[in-house]
């Protein structure tokens, strides 16, 4: 057992939003295919994908209907055959408008011919996994969706990784899409995480997960080969931020603005692993996800959802919202991305659905009363109530100046202010006016 | 318009807030409050009750004339009210009281923008005012006797303080507080199981409390030649335990940064060390060491900055 060390500061919020007792021991079930998919363009850190399809034209499952632009971006695929009946834009989580592709399904499944299982695995190159990822539109499916290609491609870096950092904390209350993939698919990840090594040339993974998931951890024990270790971690909010886990698996610490590449780590999320592993195997590519559904919900659960089916398809399999939802919240509820209409699409980065009511929605802000507990908290070792105060006065250089951009947008400032203040939207703000003006 | 909310994450919040962190406090300081009316008598009830009341009535007073939000609803004028009247000996008339409060919310606390923003503590500096401008009276203290409710005429000639070390009373007397002073300072136990619970809540940190008796007690031991029974006689007599716990560590007038609040209790420990050792000053001087470290504390903090967790050596 590896000695881990946690990091300073974080918080415990899994006694208020215990959410996660609801789904832990649930299985994933495939919901079933929607009428209509409508698929964004933009489901990737980077340039949006070029449409590359017509209206009236018959697709497959697993067709290219967006190609990737430039260096770091993704293709997107069909997630149902059937035929394009619209081009069209819709609103992402967090209220961005992308262009999309609607396509209705036709119920056959019918998979492109450049779907195809790979014949010998053995035989692939770096270089081929790194082409497959990039041709499968694999992205990071925790959240941040940035290209796998393009993180698994070490070549230029100097030093070189030593180290696959395997993210399966899922530190969030509420989500249990990662914890139920390991329990059921531990297998998967982990020849997931095996192409990974290969591709990135490191000959040690280390997987993190947190320790309120007991049979997690044994079955991907079980299920672990050489140079692949599971450590298991305290449960502490925001364990799964990659900074914190590679100093939790290998004390390392990522200097300030650097990324973890400067700790000779990549770290990739256990389902962008298993997606990897389809998409190296099988020739998939990412047409669903898993999705925990829970909240405000009859009956939540854990759905593997095709890309582009409307929330409120997914809300029927969940048996409907029950009364009282305020916030429709797209991921955890520390990070997530509220959404203002049940139109939203699921896109790659969706790990979990969360219709929340009033325990969502905070109290009036009242003054700072400088209990210092938002330091405290901070993981990063910042100050938010001093950001705060300055970005209030306008002065976003100076909140710039004290370390704004170290921020990694965990929310533990605002969850632990007792004066109920929206510090992280302060430091939002500082980091996106401050950019403009250039201290 | 979407009936759903948009806004930014988080989209979960502890439970803790402004009014149960004020709340803890006032809880913290009921034991010694109570050990103080025990020894004290009625008196000392009336003096709470009034301060209270008039620290409360203050502030609302103030956000109705300023048109702004009534904010008594945070128990922190509460907390002001209470520790004004623990700082006053049973004796003062009960106008006393009432003026302090006064003072202390709305010359102290309120004009300088309410809670967070004021640079003294505010029971302090009323306390300050008071003990200048009626000094007598504010140097006057009964004689504890236990449970005698109906109140004590008997006026101390000596309290620990000026006595020092002179052996007065002992150290049994000193913890328990069945000695003379103000209403809540004598009764170190209940004031050091208050801390404990305050600690225990995470409202206050060891740094500042720590640093000070710390401090506070190396200079006396040093200086009287590694004299235990000296030094613990003057760590528990006068307001330095409630000062320490209580009044040090008031958020609005100390460092929030770990290595401020050491660098602010070393400098209330060391400056009331300067005040006492060695000086028959018939005042308690915690109260002006902690006021005068309240008003560099923004400097402290100034260059006692974080270190951030990306903050490697290169």
Redesign the interface.
């Known amino acids: 057992m590896a000695i881990t060390q946690t990091f300073g500061g974080g918080i415990h919020p899994h006694e208020i939003g215990n959410g996660k007792n609801a789904t832990q021991s649930l299985p994933i079930v495939n919901a079933a295919a929607p009428a209509r998919v409508t698929i964004a363009m933009a489901q990737h850190l980077g340039a949006p994908a070029a449409c590359c399809v017509k209206v009236g034209q018959v697709v497959n499952m697993g067709q290219v209907i967006g190609e990737a632009q430039g260096a770091i971006s993704a293709p997107v695929h069909a997630s149902v055959s059937g035929k394009v009946v619209a081009l069209t834009t819709c609103e992402l989580a967090g209220g961005k408008s992308v262009p999309a592709v609607v396509i209705e399904n036709d119920f056959e499944d019918r998979w492109d011919e450049s779907v195809k299982p790979c014949e010998n695995v053995d035989a692939l190159t770096a270089q081929d996994i790194m082409t497959i990822a990039r041709n499968c539109g694999v992205v990071g499916l925790g959240g941040a969706t940035f290209p796998t290609a393009v993180k698994l491609n070490t070549e230029k870096l100097d030093p070189k990784p030593d180290t696959l950092v395997i993210n399966g904390s899922e530190c969030e209350p509420y989500l249990t899409s990662d914890h139920r993939l390991m329990v059921e698919n531990a297998g998967q990840v982990m020849d997931g995480i095996r192409f990974a090594m290969k591709a990135t040339g490191v000959s040690c993974a280390k997987v993190g997960i947190e320790d309120n998931k007991p049979d997690a951890i044994e079955a991907m024990k079980a299920a672990a080969t050489e140079g692949i270790e599971v450590v298991a971690l305290p449960a502490k909010y925001p364990q799964g931020y990659e900074k914190m886990l590679i100093y939790a698996l290998t004390g390392r610490k990522v200097p300030n603005g650097k990324l973890p590449s400067a700790a000779q780590c990549v770290v990739m999320n256990v389902a962008t692993c298993a997606a990897l592993s389809d998409a190296v195997r099988k020739g998939q590519p990412i047409i669903d996800r898993v999705v925990t559904v829970a909240g405000r919900v009859a009956n939540p659960c854990n759905l593997r959802v095709r890309i582009g089916v409307p929330l409120l398809d997914v809300i029927d399999q969940a048996g409907g919202m029950t009364e009282g939802v305020r916030k429709l919240i797209c991921g955890g509820p520390m990070m997530g991305k509220t959404m203002s209409t049940l139109n939203t699409p699921i896109t790659k980065n969706f790990s979990a659905f969360l219709p929340l009511g009033d325990e969502s929605v905070s109290a009036e802000e009242s003054a700072c009363i400088r209990c210092g507990r938002c330091m405290r908290a901070c993981p990063m070792g910042l100050m938010p109530a001093k950001m705060d105060a300055l970005v209030r006065h306008g002065d976003y250089a100076g909140a710039l100046a004290i370390g704004a951009l170290n921020c990694m947008e965990c929310g533990s400032c605002t969850y632990s202010c007792p004066a109920k203040r929206e510090l992280l939207q302060a430091i939002k703000v500082a980091k996106c006016m401050g950019g403009n003006i250039k201290a | 318009m979407?009936k759903?909310?948009?806004?930014?994450?988080?989209?979960?919040?502890?439970?803790?807030?402004?009014r149960?962190?004020m709340q803890d406090v006032c809880l913290a300081m009921l034991p010694a409050c109570i050990a103080g009316v025990l020894f004290f008598g009625y008196r000392a009830a009336i003096i709470l009750a009034l301060s209270v009341a008039a620290a409360v009535l203050s502030e609302k007073f103030y956000c109705k004339a300023a048109h702004i939000k009534d904010?008594t609803g945070?128990y922190?004028a509460v907390v002001t009210g209470m520790l004004l009247a623990m700082n006053l000996p049973s004796t003062v008339p009960y106008w006393m009281p009432v003026i302090g409060s006064i003072i202390a919310i709305l010359l102290c606390k309120m004009i300088f923008?309410?809670?967070?923003?004021n640079f003294i503590n505010p029971a302090l500096g009323a306390r300050a005012i008071l003990a200048l401008s009626w000094a007598n009276v504010m140097n006057t203290f009964a004689a504890p006797a236990f449970g005698n409710l109906a109140g004590v005429d008997t006026i101390a000639s000596v309290t620990p303080v000026s006595g020092v070390a002179n052996g007065s009373f002992t150290l049994a007397q000193l913890a328990l507080g069945n000695i003379p002073g103000t209403i809540g300072e004598t009764c170190k136990i209940a004031l050091l199981a208050g801390a404990a619970y305050l600690m225990y809540k995470q409202?206050i940190s060891w740094h500042i409390p720590v640093a000070f008796i710390g401090s506070f007690a190396a200079c006396y031991l040093i200086f009287t030649g590694f004299n235990v029974n000296v030094t613990l006689y003057q760590v528990l007599s006068g307001g330095l335990i409630l000062g320490a716990f209580f009044m040090a560590t008031d958020?609005?007038t100390s460092p929030?940064?770990n290595k401020g609040k050491i660098v602010f209790g070393l400098g209330c420990g060391l400056l009331l060390f300067w005040f006492r050792y060695g000086k028959k000053a018939p005042a308690e001087w915690c109260s002006f060491a902690i006021l005068l470290m309240n008003v560099v504390s923004p400097l402290i903090e100034r260059v006692t900055?974080?270190?951030?967790?990306?903050?490697?050596k290169?």
């Open positions: 979407s759903y909310i948009v806004s930014c994450s988080p989209h979960l919040r502890d439970n803790v807030s402004t149960s962190i904010t945070d922190s923008g309410g809670i967070g923003q409202v958020y609005s929030t940064t900055g974080n270190k951030s967790f990306g903050e490697v290169k």
